[in-house]
C-alpha cells in the first residue's frame, strides 16, 4: 500500500494551507489525494481513495482528526480512485454526510457499477450512499472558508474542482496535474471530449490559483507552467487519438498493476477480455482470436517495462 506522503511543502504553502485549514495526504497513484480540511466549520474530506486502500484511509484520516468529527466527505468526481474509500469512512463516521457531482446522482441510488465506470475500467469500489450535491455555480461551507464549486469536464464529464478564493488554493482532483491531466474516458467512448479538457484549463487559468492540490501527485505553485505542460499535452492527443488511446490503456494497465503488485500474463489476459475499455479501443485483428489480443496486450506490457513501470519473470508481472 502506498502510504501517505512525508513530503514537505514549501514555507509559502504551508502557510496558506495552514491559513485555509487544510491538511493535504498525498497517496501516490491507486489512491487519489485525500484533502482534510478543518476549522470553525464542518470538518471534511475530500476524496477517499480506492478501495483497497480504504482502511488505510480511515486510520490516517482518523488520526489527522485526532478526535475531531468528520462532518463532511466530498468527491470531486466518482472514479474509483477517487471514492473507493467511501463506505468504509460512511461506516466508521455514522453521522457522516456525503456530497457528490449531480451528474451520475441516479447512478450511486441505484447503484449501477457500469454507468458508474467501475465495470467498464476492470476496477472496484464498495456501494456508497450520498447525502447531497455538489453543484457547479455555488459554494460550500469547509472549515472556516467558503469553497467555490466549478465544473471541470474533460477527463469525466461530471467532475468538480473547489476553489478557495481568498487564498487562491484549487483543489483541481484530474483536471490538472503538475505535468499532464487524468486521461480523458469519454474519448474512449467515442465521445468528443478534447475541447472540454482545453475549456477546463482555460476556466483553471481564470481562477489563478496562488496553490494547486492535485488528485495526484504533491501540492504546487506554478500553475502557468502546469497548464503549458497541460495544452502540450493535450495538443498531442487532439492531433494523434490513437497516442491518447494507448497511453489510456497503459494508464488502466498499471492502475491494475498497482492493485495486484505481481500477477501472471495469463490472469492479466483474463481481465483485459473481461474489461470493456480494452475491448473498445482494442484493433479489430487483436479482436480476432486469444492469441492476437495476448500478442498485441504483450506490445503493450513492452512499453510499459521500457519505460520502467513494471518487470517481467517469465509469466509473472511485477509492479515497480
Not at 100 to 118: E, K, M, R, T, Y
Not at 228 to 237: E, P, V
Not at 285 to 298: N, T, Y
Request: overall charge negative; proline content about 5%; aromatic content about 6%.
Amino acid at each position: 500500500m502506498n502510504p501517505a506522503s512525508t513530503g514537505v511543502p514549501s514555507a509559502e504553502v504551508s502557510l496558506v494551507l495552514a491559513q485555509a485549514g487544510v491538511t493535504c495526504l498525498e497517496r501516490g497513484w491507486l489512491s487519489a489525494n485525500n484533502v482534510l480540511i478543518r476549522g470553525n466549520g464542518p470538518t471534511a474530506l475530500v476524496d477517499s481513495g480506492y478501495s483497497s486502500h480504504a482502511g488505510q484511509t480511515v486510520a490516517l484520516v482518523d488520526a489527522a482528526l485526532n478526535g475531531r468529527c468528520l462532518d463532511l466527505l466530498l468527491n470531486t468526481h466518482l472514479h474509483s480512485d477517487h471514492c473507493g474509500g467511501n463506505a468504509a469512512l460512511q461506516a466508521s463516521h455514522p453521522t457522516l454526510k456525503t456530497l457528490i457531482p449531480p451528474g451520475q446522482a441516479p447512478s450511486v441510488a441505484n447503484w449501477d457499477p457500469v454507468a458508474l465506470s467501475f465495470e467498464p475500467t476492470g476496477q472496484c469500489c464498495p456501494r456508497f450512499v450520498h447525502d447531497g450535491l455538489l453543484h457547479p455555480g455555488t459554494s460550500v461551507r469547509l472549515g472556516s472558508l467558503d469553497w467555490e464549486i466549478h465544473a471541470a469536464k474533460g477527463h469525466d464529464p461530471h467532475s468538480v474542482v473547489l476553489f478557495q478564493r481568498t487564498h487562491r488554493l484549487l483543489l483541481s482532483a484530474d483536471a490538472l496535474w503538475e505535468n499532464g491531466f487524468g486521461v480523458v474516458f469519454p474519448e474512449l467512448e467515442g465521445i468528443s471530449a478534447f475541447d472540454e479538457v482545453a475549456d477546463t484549463l482555460d476556466l483553471i487559468e481564470t481562477l489563478e490559483p496562488a496553490v494547486v492540490i492535485p488528485g495526484h501527485g504533491a501540492v504546487f505553485q506554478d500553475a502557468s507552467a502546469a497548464l503549458s505542460r497541460a495544452r502540450s499535452r493535450l495538443d498531442q492527443f487532439v492531433r494523434n487519438p490513437e497516442k491518447h488511446a494507448r497511453h489510456a490503456l497503459k494508464v488502466l494497465l498499471k492502475f491494475k498493476l498497482l492493485e495486484w503488485q505481481s500477477v501472471s500474463i495469463e490472469v492479466m489476459h483474463e481481465w483485459v477480455l473481461r474489461t470493456d475499455y480494452f475491448a473498445q479501443v482494442m484493433p479489430v485483428d487483436a479482436l480476432a482470436s486469444a492469441a492476437q489480443s495476448l500478442a498485441w496486450l504483450e506490445e503493450l506490457l513492452s512499453e510499459l517495462e521500457r519505460s520502467q513501470a513494471l518487470s517481467r519473470d517469465g509469466h509473472t508481472i511485477t509492479n515497480r
